[in-house]
T-cell receptor
Framework: LAKTTQPISMDSYEGQEVNITCSHN???????ITWYQQFPSQGPRFIIQGYKTKVTNEVASLFIPADRKSSTLSLPRVSLSDTAVYYCLYGGLTGGGNKLTFGTGTQLKVEL | EPEVTQTPSHQVTQMGQEVILRCVPISNHLYFYWYRQILGQKVEFLVS????????KSEIFDDQFSVERPDGSNFTLKIRSTKLEDSAMYFCASGGGERDWGDEQFFGPGTRLTVL
């Protein structure tokens, strides 16, 4: 089972940068790291995916150290609408059709 | 932007009744999934479907559950005889399979199933 460890909750204020770190000590060579976001009563939404070093897209950055046993999702200048649960997942090179194993995630609360 | 749709948004049923949850995945996607989330708990994988057959299922997906892709657009989850513990939000997801290193899955808005 692809088990990850992340903080249960985090609090932040609007305009701040938020970094959520996830541990995945048992990650395998072929595994990729993926982050999803979930708002209340909605389905999870893909944020970012990476294999090593740093990946950046229009909403977030993902930092992965050389040993790949952890990863950090960085959300620049958060707003109230970023209040959600953030899930770290990892999985193998399957070319699609891979099930997602969600943990309990990190509840991020952004305040004014 | 294309999206996954699900109907109904909320289904209330009596214990022992059959329910069918419907999903329309993104049109050019190849991989289809059902997940569920019991209130206050984590999202759990139920089943994946590819090339008109189940590719993987979890221990939750027992004989009471079945999936079908009856035509080129719909993907359904049937629960034959609902139990109280089947009450949950059910999410359909689809993926394009275009990446060779893992697949971004697009989730629908969910169907809230309440079993009385």
């Amino acid at each position: 089972l692809a088990k990850t460890t992340q903080p249960i909750s985090m609090d932040s204020y609007e305009g701040q940068e938020v970094n959520i770190t996830c541990s995945h000590n048992n990650i395998a060579t072929n595994d990729y790291i993926t982050w999803y976001q979930q708002f209340p009563s909605q389905g999870p939404r893909f944020i970012i995916q990476g294999y090593k070093t740093k990946v950046t897209n229009e909403v977030a950055s993902l930092f992965i150290p050389a040993d790949r046993k952890s990863s950090t999702l960085s959300l620049p200048r958060v707003s109230l609408s970023d209040t959600a649960v953030y899930y770290c997942l990892y999985g193998g090179l399957t070319g699609g059709g891979n099930k997602l194993t969600f943990g309990t995630g990190t509840q991020l609360k952004v305040e004014l | 932007e294309p999206e996954v749709t699900q109907t109904p948004s909320h289904q209330v049923t009596q214990m022992g009744q059959e329910v069918i949850l419907r999903c329309v995945p993104i049109s050019n996607h190849l991989y289809f999934y059902w997940y569920r989330q019991i209130l206050g708990q984590k999202v759990e994988f139920l089943v994946s479907f590819y090339n008109n057959e189940i590719s993987e299922k979890s221990e939750i997906f027992d004989d009471q559950f079945s999936v079908e892709r009856p035509d080129g657009s719909n993907f359904t989850l049937k629960i034959r005889s609902t139990k109280l513990e089947d009450s949950a939000m059910y999410f359909c997801a689809s993926g394009g399979g275009e990446r060779d290193w893992g697949d971004e899955q697009f989730f629908g808005p969910g169907t809230r199933l309440t079993v009385l």
